[in-house]
Nanobody
Framework: QSQLVESGGGLVQPGGSLRLSCAAS????????VAWFRQAPGKEREGVSA????????KYLSSVKGRFTISGDNAKNTVYLQMNNLKPEDTAVYYC????????????????WGQGTQVTVSS
């Protein structure tokens, strides 16, 4: 069974850090683009960051540039999102997803989704 499993969410104070993990099983991420999306209550799901596993190209939402870093570990078939200097507006459920088209950032372009992990930034 092919699936993605996220972990690493939690409650953190403003300015703090978290690292999210997205582990794939049942398929290899080698040929995929893996993206992190987030969805806050009452808002649409938005793309936060993506990485093309072959080649290592990355992209970021403008509001997280310089604070978030996406990376992949081929040996572990896992993608990470390091989030530093977190702000209350980063509060959301974060999802990882895998798709084949790096240029297409629409959620509908992604074939596999994780269950989501809650990130709450609050003092």
């Amino acid at each position: 069974q092919s699936q993605l499993v996220e972990s690493g969410g939690g409650l953190v104070q403003p300015g703090g850090s978290l690292r999210l993990s997205c582990a794939a099983s049942g398929f290899t991420l080698d040929y995929y683009t893996v993206a992190w999306f987030r969805q806050a209550p009452g808002k649409e799901r938005e793309g936060v960051s993506a990485i093309r596993i072959r080649g290592g190209d990355t992209k970021y939402l403008s509001s997280v540039k310089g604070r978030f870093t996406i990376s992949g570990d081929n040996a572990k078939n896992t993608v990470y999102l390091q989030m530093n200097n977190l702000k209350p507006e980063d509060t959301a459920v974060y999802y990882c997803a895998a798709g084949l088209d790096y240029s297409d950032y629409r959620p509908s372009a992604y074939d596999y989704w994780g269950q989501g992990t809650q990130v709450t930034v609050s003092s």
